[in-house]
């Protein structure tokens, strides 16, 4: 009775203030893949803060980095006619969803909250379908991060790589230190993630070209061949259990001083904080050589599937509470990413929370920012798909850097 009364007051003050609220009985099911400890703590962000406004929880985890599988599981649901009240998603995903009309739309409460002006519009044009509020970002992450082992980069002489050359020298340098040079999970989505650094590192216009334009002429290019040598040169730096490892675990074998370093989106980031490691002493973080001053990005928004009329008040509080600027600032903060609204102040962030919006803005207004092919921001699954393929191929050694570039174009061609 007091927790029912706890809630009903809370609501009606919520309303009072004119904000949108639910009922102690509302509940939201969400189907997410945020299963690591960084992720889930962050995800605890969330809960709790709707708990706070009588919004009761379902949790649909589907565990695998890169949510592929949460988007199988998510097609299944969906085929048999249950679809989750929200759903995190990825960029073009969400627009295919809004193609097929599956999903609601948040309008009224973008518009009351003037989102709009807020949301950049590198991700409005995910959150939008036709004019129309679909989804709700909860914040941008970026992939062409490393993690580096303060410890372990400082017994190689504590400078951090500037370019590819020095990269490759410090990883020399971890490989004589008798540790794994490079912690890496050998899994498809991993495998891309580090190709977005690697072609990003042979230049902006190169990277625009291949995985946004999906220029063939830039897809066939030597410039393609010497991406995939790269990836020869780094695959030499990993132990031999790679194969099908998590990347969270990856991380560990960075904070437990393993491994040297991980190329990783800044969700790594949860991790080492959720170990209590602190950037700068026990960590570095800096973009890969190369990329600096440039951003491929990827933004977790929760799309919201059109539902039963009675949950629809519950999914507008959800989308509300995940766009204000309190609850923004304190999710990323675990997440690692930085925020989905321009005007959350940095001071809670840490040294790498802060340079992730530094960079961000940065690269934006300097037109340096570009959607993540590894984290379907620069491609429809479909043509995601073809591209992993290959580039995991080729990793796993099962085609040479030729035969990949040739591959490559016609699957692109194939998938479009
Ligand atoms: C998501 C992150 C998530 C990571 C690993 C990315 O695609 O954007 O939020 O932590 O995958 O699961």
Same mark, same amino acid.
């Given at each position: ?9 809370? /609501? &009606?003050?919520?309303?009072?203030? =004119?904000?949108?609220?639910? #009922?102690?009985? !509302?509940? %939201?099911?969400? *189907? ?22 009588g ?20 097609r ?52 939008k ?16 991060w490393?993690?580096?082992?303060? /410890? &372990?980069?400082?017994?190689?002489? =504590?400078?951090?790589?500037? #370019?590819?050359? !020095?990269? %490759?020298?410090? *990883? ?16 498809a ?56 490892r ?20 800044d ?104 959607g993540s ?44």
């Open positions: 009775m007091r927790k029912f009364l706890t809630t009903t007051a809370i /609501a &009606a003050v919520m309303l009072g203030m =004119g904000g949108l609220s639910a #009922n102690a009985e !509302e509940n %939201v099911e969400v *189907l997410h893949w945020w299963t690591a400890g960084g992720e889930a703590a962050a995800l605890d962000v969330l809960k709790k803060d709707l708990e706070s406004k919004i009761s929880w379902t949790d649909m985890p589907v565990a695998g980095g890169g949510g592929t599988e949460a988007m199988t599981v998510l299944a649901r969906v085929t048999a006619g249950n679809a989750p009240t929200a759903v995190q998603m990825l960029g073009f995903d969400i627009l295919d969803w809004a193609k097929e009309g599956a999903l609601g739309n948040l309008d009224e409460i973008a518009e009351k909250e003037g989102w709009d002006k807020v949301i950049p519009t590198a991700l409005q044009q995910f959150s379908y036709d004019g129309h509020w679909i989804a709700a970002p909860v914040n941008v992450h970026s992939t062409n490393m993690w580096i082992n303060k /410890a &372990a980069l400082d017994k190689a002489g =504590g400078k951090e790589p500037q #370019n590819w050359d !020095e990269l %490759v020298a410090l *990883l020399d340098n971890f490989k004589e230190q008798g540790i794994t040079p490079v912690a890496h999970g050998g899994q989505w991993q495998d891309a993630t580090i190709f977005d650094a690697v072609v990003l590192s042979l230049g902006n216009d190169f990277y625009k070209k291949a995985f946004i334009d999906l220029d063939p002429e830039a897809l066939g290019s030597d410039q393609m061949k010497e991406a995939f040598d790269r990836m020869t040169k780094l695959r030499s730096y990993v132990d031999d259990n790679f194969s099908g998590d990347w969270n675990l990856a991380s560990a074998m960075v904070i437990e001083g393993k491994a040297g370093l991980q190329f990783m989106g969700w790594a980031k949860g991790e080492f904080i959720k170990a209590e490691q602190k950037p700068g002493e026990d960590f570095v973080c800096m973009r890969f050589p190369g990329t600096q001053g440039s951003v491929t990005f990827n933004s977790d928004q929760f799309a919201m599937f059109k539902v039963a009329e009675d949950k629809v008040p519950a999914q507008l509080a959800m989308a509300s509470a995940i766009e204000s600027p309190v609850f923004q600032s304190a999710f990323n903060v675990v997440k690692g990413s930085a925020p989905a609204r321009t005007d959350v102040p940095d001071t809670d962030f840490d040294d790498c929370g802060k340079k992730a919006i530094k960079d961000l803005a940065e690269a934006n207004a300097n037109g340096t920012l570009y092919m590894g984290h379907g921001h620069a491609n429809p699954a479909s043509v995601k798909n073809a591209i992993y393929d290959v580039v995991t191929r080729q990793f796993n050694g099962d085609l040479s850097s030729e035969e990949a570039v040739t591959e490559l174009v016609a699957a692109v061609e194939a998938a479009q």
